[in-house]
Every structure is written in C-alpha cells, then in structure tokens.
T-cell receptor, first 114, second 111 residues
C-alpha cells in the first residue's frame, strides 16, 4: 500500500541553523500539508500546498518557514533560523484530490533544536 | 469551523465495542465529520468520515444524529492496538482544507 515517507526520522540542530525536512507524498496525490506537534500538545496545521503554491497557512507559518516541491516527488519544509521552540514532531500529509477527503500522514520527523 | 467536544479519556475492554462520542452542535451544512487517530507519537491515521448518513468501513462505523449535532465512532471489537488518541474534526470537504486537531479522546483498551 502506498504511503507517505519522511526523512530524516530525527534531526538535531543548533539554534539559528537552517533545517530542511523532506517528505515524499503518495505519487498520485495533488494536495500536500505540513503539521507539527510539540511534545505533549495537539497536532497543529502549518501549511497546505497545491499546484505549486501555498493554498492555506496558519499563524505559525511565518517568514522563517518555507515550502517547496523541487521535483515531481519531494515536498520540503525549510526553517531558516531555528529556535528552541521549533522543537517538535513535524508531519507531512498528502491528499489525492477533491474527490477524496482523507489525508494520509507520514511517520514524522522529530526536530530537536539545542 | 464548527467546534467539537470530546471526553478526554475512555476505557474499553478488549473484544468489546468502543463507542466514542463527539458533540458538534454548531456544524454547518457543508461540513463533514472526520475521525482520525494517533497511536503514540505516530502520524495521525484516517479512520472514517461522513456528512449526514451513517458510514461503515473496515475499521469502524460512524453514526451521525439526524440533526448532525453529534456523532459516535464505533470500533466494533476493540483490540489492544486500538489504544490511541481519537480526534473528531469538523471541516468542509473541499480542496486544501487543513485539519484542526483538538485534544481528542485518549482511548485505553485493556486486556
């Protein structure tokens, strides 16, 4: 069964460094999402992406964040200058198209900012 | 978005049906009821969704009241692997809509 994959599974970085989190959505899916979950807290929406542009973003998704689909398979989240409070699990999700409602989530990348 | 209310925790004996309630009294006509779950720290997993009719799939059944102000997710024969946090989310079904997760219900299935 096709699934969303994410790399790396765990990323450790120093405060102020740039990180890129990578996701490979399911191949025939058209809508892509990033969510995050700070330890012990709820899953929070960051951004959705369709047709090579952001379709919706939350207040969390400020200028420090960017997303890109550099080729036909990868979907990336970049954090330009990481802060301690960016430490969280980051989940990528994809959705096939408007006829299908379910989003499929990847296993997540645990980001630790020191 | 319509707000949802779920009990913070529930227990269920293995092999019995788990009935997880959700109140969404301000739901709009174009909003679907979605259920997802999260096992430990894994990525959320889609379970089922519905608009106004009851729905069933291989994982669960979804019962939506006639006035659509509440719903119940039913896991017919709960197993230990169903221990998870279950989220009831109300959102329009259109393209690009994000899922707004609340705190959900932490279901503990006991032997």
């Amino acid at each position: 069964e096709p699934e969303v994959t994410q790399t790396p599974s765990h990323q450790v970085t120093q405060m102020g460094q740039e990180v890129i989190l990578r996701c490979v959505p399911i191949s025939n899916h058209l809508y892509f999402y990033w969510y995050r979950q700070i330890l012990g807290q709820k899953v929070e929406f960051l951004v959705s992406f369709y047709n090579n542009e952001i379709s919706e973003k939350s207040e969390i998704f400020d200028d420090q964040f960017s997303v890109e689909r550099p080729d036909g398979s990868n979907f990336t989240l970049k954090i330009r200058s990481t802060k301690l409070e960016d430490s969280a699990m980051y989940f990528c999700a994809s959705r096939r198209d408007t006829a299908y409602n379910e989003q499929f989530f990847g296993p997540g990348t645990r980001l630790t900012v020191l | 978005d319509a707000k949802t209310t779920q009990p913070p925790s529930m227990d269920c004996a293995e092999g019995r049906a788990a009935n997880l309630p959700c109140n969404h009294s301000t739901i709009s006509g174009n909003e679907y009821v979605y259920w997802y779950r999260q096992i430990h720290s894994q990525g959320p997993q889609y379970i089922i969704h519905g608009l106004k009719n009851n729905e069933t799939n291989e994982m669960a059944s979804l019962i939506i009241t006639e006035d659509r102000k509440s719903s119940t997710l039913i896991l017919p024969h709960a197993t230990l692997r169903d221990t998870a946090v279950y989220y009831c989310i109300v959102r329009p079904g259109g393209a690009g809509y994000a899922l707004n997760f609340g705190k959900g219900t932490s279901l503990l299935v006991t032997p």
